[in-house]
């Protein structure tokens, strides 16, 4: 333990964001860094609590309580106190592969399971993760590490997001040749072309991650879809096993009058396409949807709206609003989601922030749903009708939802962008390649398991588990390998 009274003594500093009004004129990270001696500070705050919850990694009523990967946040927090970063960096790098990325866009749920946040602000778990690591690659700790030894076994990994790249990682460990393929042109599935660059550099932090693996001996294949520029036949002949980590990528779609007009688009397509656009051009090839003097309205009020409201401001949108169906969260902790649940609180993220630096007021509007889309003779999208709803709970405790009369509102828009979640990965290659599903179209194999319908093929990450957390998809990217590599180690094949 760090210092035993140091959770009485200080506070919890987490370092400030660039400011909004600055940050938003360039897409370079927003995240600023606390002074070393600061940072050590705040690992003093962990109290090293008799039973730590912070690293459990369960799951209570449906949400995450503590860290999926089980990182051991009270010993490196106790090591950053003591000024001991390369030690905290051995013991970070045990559980989790890429802490460069879940320090920076991670919810943290092991901060809403720390024992400290029972009565005080909790400990700061993630800017601590954070600082390890940045300090590990600036202090040039962070070096290509191939194995020893290779074995004579070849591995398929389908999918570079964070799932495919933390297995690809524990596989080639071992002495595998892994060899991971990817339909984008770039490597990061959503960490490259789905979470924007101002949350996560693509250059500095996610290619520079693909450069070390990629120096420690991992085969990067790009722009190559398995299922169609590379046969299944060819996959199943070419490797020993392989390991599915293909994404939950088909949008969740709104069948309502207007769905079809110009400007209505999904949230994904979106943050996709203006990604590429700045690392191919700096935004200068034009290969985007510009929000520039546009009416933006955003449908779905999670993370990916968020992402959509800060690439429309920083477009230089005329408004942007973000539709949001749940009613607006309490400011602290309801009776019914105690510690250490995932608390389920109102949060101000950084696209709303800078929405509220702009224009004085936070964009999303609650208990909000869309009754039709609007156009003009030329097929372009005009104008969004709501109508706010309210939840009542029927005899059954069920909640519904029942229109308010009166409430009907005609918003006007020129970019409409549906961002509701993902219903599953794509078909293609899961049909071809055979494999059940579960009831909700993911491929089945269970969590620890991994193992799919078919000999020698594995799943791990949102293909399995469904639209889910970047810590999550490490956590089964690990996971898969072990069951991949035991696979081949059982069998012998
Ligand atoms: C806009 C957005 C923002 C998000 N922000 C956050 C966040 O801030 N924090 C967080 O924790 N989570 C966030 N998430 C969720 C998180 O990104 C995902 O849960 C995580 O990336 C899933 O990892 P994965 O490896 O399973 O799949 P993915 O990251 O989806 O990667 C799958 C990859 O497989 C590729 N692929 C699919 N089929 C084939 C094929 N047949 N052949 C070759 N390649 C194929 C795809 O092109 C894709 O690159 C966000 C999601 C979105 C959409
Ligand atoms: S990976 Fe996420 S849950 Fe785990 S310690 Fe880091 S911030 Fe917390």
Redesign the pocket.
Known sequence: MGKSTGFLEYTREVPKDREPLERIKDWKEFHLELPEEVQQIQGARCMDCGVPY??S?MMIAGG?S??????L?PEWNDMIYKGLWKEALVRLLKT?NF?EF??RV??????GACTVGLNEPQVT??TN?CAIIDRAFKEGWITPNPPKNRTDKKIAVVGSGPAGLACAAELNKAGHHVTVYERADRIGGLLMYGIPNMKLDKIDVVQRRVDLMSAEGINFVTSTEVGKDYAVADLKADYDAVVLCCGATKPRDLPVEGRALKGVDFAIDFLSANTKSLLDSNLADGNYTSAKDKHVVIIGGGDTGTDCVATSIRHGCKSVLQLEIMPKPPATRAEGNPWPEWPKTYKLDYGQEEAVAIYGNDPRQYCTTTKKIVGDADGNVTEVHTVEIEWIADETGRMTMTEIAGTEKILPADIVLLAMGFLGPDDLLVDQLGLDRDPRSNVQADYGVYQTSADSIFAAGDVRRGQS?V?WA?NEGREAARACHAYLEKNNV
Do not use: R, S, Y
Request: with cysteine; proline share 15%; charged share 10%.
């Open positions: 912070c690293h990694g995450a503590g860290c999926p990967i089980h990182n946040i989790n802490p879940t320090g991670c919810p943290a749920p092991c901060e778990i993630k993760e957390l810590v490490i």
